[in-house]
């Protein structure tokens, strides 16, 4: 049996994801989707081509990992494409933000992200691909998103490092970096943040996920080692190789009160 891993399957990017596996492949027998939004899942697999696993898990739990590694287990599935698309953020200064808020984000965008990579690739052979779905907030730090720059930054090199050591088994790894996508879930969920969420007034030239996930999708097929899924992030991710640090954040300093 060949599958594709999905998680946050249930909306914003995973979800396209979806979407796109059922218009574009052929030789996928079934789609893991992962979320903790049961009726979402049921939702998106009543409309999908492909037979769809809802698993309803969360991902920050160990147990979760757990769960899909005894299910590959079971199975003994051909993994042909795994998308780590769960994540989210929180805006707002790091003192003023809970603690567990923070955990978090670490919890999902990081530990989540390799530990489903580690379970699932055992079941990788040649041709199979990993969609890590970083951000252009791994491209630099920056201040009021502190933790989930971190955190992005943190998978963008895990991502870029797995590629290489992957590449003998042809399987590629490819570090998604979107900018700012203004119709998921993402936006609202960072706002509301204990403490802050105001730091970030508005999200100019914002993208949309329908254009994110096509493009990075075929940037994945092509085998490129990042994707940059737009014009702000493409400019971001150059601009932020030869800037200095403060001087980005200082220009971010300036945006973000626009
Ligand atoms: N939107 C942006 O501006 C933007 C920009 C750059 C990068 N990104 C990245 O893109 C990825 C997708 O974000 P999105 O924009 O599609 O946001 P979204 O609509 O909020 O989707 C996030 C997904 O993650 C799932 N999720 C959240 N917490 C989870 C948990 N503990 N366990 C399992 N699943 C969990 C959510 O499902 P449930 O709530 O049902 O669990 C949802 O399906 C994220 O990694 C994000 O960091 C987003």
Redesign the pocket.
Known sequence: MRIAVV????????REYISIINRRETDIDEIWA????RE?LLEIKASSRIPVREMT????DKESILAVSEALLREKPDVVLLIN?????KIGEFADMDVSESERMIE??CRAAVSMTRVCLPYMKAGARIME?C??AGFQPFQTLTVYAAS?AFLYRFSRALRVELFSRRIKVTAVC????KD????P?AKDTSGGGREVRHFPLSSRVKGVAAVSYNDSRLGLAVSTPGPVCFVHRIVAKFVPSELMMGLWALLRRI
Request: hydrophobic share 40%; charged share 15%.
């Open positions: 998680t946050g399957a249930s909306s914003g990017l995973g992962i979320a903790r939004r979402r898990l969360d991902l920050t698309a769960a994540g989210f953020g999902l965008n779905v951000s252009t992005k979107p900018y700012w996508i998921t879930e993402f936006i969920t």
